[in-house]
Structures are given as C-alpha cells and as structure tokens.
C-alpha cells in the first residue's frame, strides 16, 4: 500500500510533494513515528524509490529538500548535533534500501535515468 506522498512522488506533481509534507509536518503525531518521508510502501520503496523509478528528477530533488528543510527539524538547526539529524533524515532517505536492497540511486541507473544518477 502506498502513501499520498508515494502517489506525489511517482506522478513527479512537485506541488503537491511540498504541500503533503508541509501538512505532515505541522501535525504533533509525526514526532514519535517514523518520518513521512521514511514510510516504505508494501514493497518497501520510499517516495524516494518511486520518484525515482517513474524518472521524475524534479519530484527526486523536491524530496530532498523536504528532507533537508523539514520544519519538524529546522527549527533545532541551531546545535551541531541537530544540524546532524537534519542531514540525518537526508542521509536515511538517500541510503534507504527497499526489500530488493536497492537504493534510489541502483533504482535510476536501473532504470536508465542517467542524469538523474
């Protein structure tokens, strides 16, 4: 089962990959769960995964600076060890392996996205 933001993702509808994590963000239940950004489908892709299957390199960059400028998090950019968890959440999405242990980056080139690699 998929997310909206895997739906977003997928469609490369940038727009609305902002607004979904926007919303997120702002709600009080994300901080003791697992980031939306992080939230494998059923096959174990994340958005990430998924924009990057479909070839959408705008959706791929968007999700990345979701990640990097996540209210959530921005506000505490303030201490070393917070700016880490910001890059942190960047890092995770980046090195996340989906069930085929596959990354975005192996999903791309799988794909013959070369630029977007």
Excluded: W
């Excluded at 096959?43 to 299957?53: E, F, K, N, S, T």
């Excluded at 791929?60 to 959530?72: D, G, N, T, W």
Aim: glycine share 8%; proline share 3%; hydrophobic share 40%.
């Amino acid at each position: 089962r998929s997310s909206v933001l895997h739906v977003a993702a997928m469609a490369g509808q940038v727009d609305l990959i902002g607004s979904i994590v926007t919303q997120f963000n702002r709600g009080e239940n994300h901080h003791g769960g697992q980031h939306l950004l992080l939230r494998p489908n059923i096959r174990g892709d994340l958005p990430i995964h998924v924009a990057a299957r479909a070839g959408k390199m705008r959706a791929v960059k968007k999700l990345i600076e979701c990640a990097v400028s996540s209210p959530a998090l921005f506000y505490q950019r303030n201490s070393t060890a917070n700016a880490n968890l910001v890059g942190d959440l960047r890092h995770q999405m980046l090195k996340a392996q989906n069930k085929n242990g596959n990354t975005a980056l192996h999903i791309a080139l799988e794909n013959q996205q070369e630029v977007m690699a």
